[in-house]
């Protein structure tokens, strides 16, 4: 879709156009393993490391939180590129709250993460098989668990196990998922707050538990990490 002003495209600009097609078509083809194989990415080397990893996401956050963002990789280039393949160098594991964008609070951009988003972080399947494909099939050396605080799901979770309350539909589910880690030794927004943290370790464990993580894991070429995401300050903080 052209933007206002912009000039209509004649036949050698329609040219470019198929050429460019044809380049990344050929790309994909000669790697054999379709649209999800791994490129060169647009500006130079990814982090190829966990610790590499971690430090670009605490520099990303660094310029969130302190207003100096620098929105990268959304250019024409990139853009182009990216039709031929990705390369994310983290999985980010987080909460769907409006509030809490991974590519906004690590300061990323178009092909940097691979974000999986439900509710409180909870677990299951598809999770757990989108989780995976990032790491078996694209490589990537960093997952993080992400929460954050005032977490709706984990409040609802806990209100209702004080309460013996049945949530509707399909959020009784997401509650099930997280009453197991609710720190019943805290009260009221102290408890909210401690089953934030204590869910994040939770997901956190059962990740690295999984058998095809754990030898990535044992070996250095994967790291799962928990964090928390705080609302007031915008910062990342790892959790132990």
């Known amino acids: 879709m052209r933007t206002p002003g912009e000039p209509h ?17 050929a790309t994909l083809t000669a790697a054999g393993t379709g649209p999800a ?13 966990p610790a590499q990893a971690l430090d670009a996401l605490t520099a990303g956050n660094r310029r969130w939180r302190t207003l100096h963002q620098t929105h990268p990789h959304e250019s024409r280039s990139v853009r182009v590129s990216l039709g031929a393949g990705q390369h994310p160098f983290a999985v980010v594991l987080g909460c769907v709250d409006s509030r809490v964008p991974p590519e906004l609070v690590f300061d990323q951009g178009l092909g940097d993460l691979l974000t999986v988003r439900t509710a409180g972080e909870v ?34 979770a806990v209100e209702a196990d004080a309460s013996g309350e049945r949530l509707p539909a399909h959020i009784q589910y997401l509650a099930e998922q997280i009453t197991p880690y609710i720190d019943r030794t805290r009260t009221g927004d102290a408890r909210v707050d401690a089953t934030v943290d204590a869910q994040v370790r939770g997901v956190r464990a059962r990740l690295a538990a999984e058998p095809d993580l754990a030898g990535r894991i044992a070996d250095g070429r994967l790291a799962v990490v928990g964090a928390r995401y705080a609302l007031d300050t915008q910062h990342v903080h790892r959790l132990a």
Request: aromatic share 2%; glycine share 12%.
């Open 9 to 25: 495209p004649g036949p050698a600009s329609s040219r470019r156009t198929l050429l460019l097609a044809g380049v990344a078509s």
């Open 123 to 156: 677990l299951d399947e598809a999770v757990l098989g989108s989780v995976a494909f990032g790491v078996l099939e694209l490589g990537i050396p960093l997952v993080v668990v992400l929460g954050h605080a005032s977490c709706g799901a984990v409040r609802a």
């Open 37 to 49: 194989a791994a490129t060169d990415p647009p500006d130079g080397p990814r982090p190829a490391t």
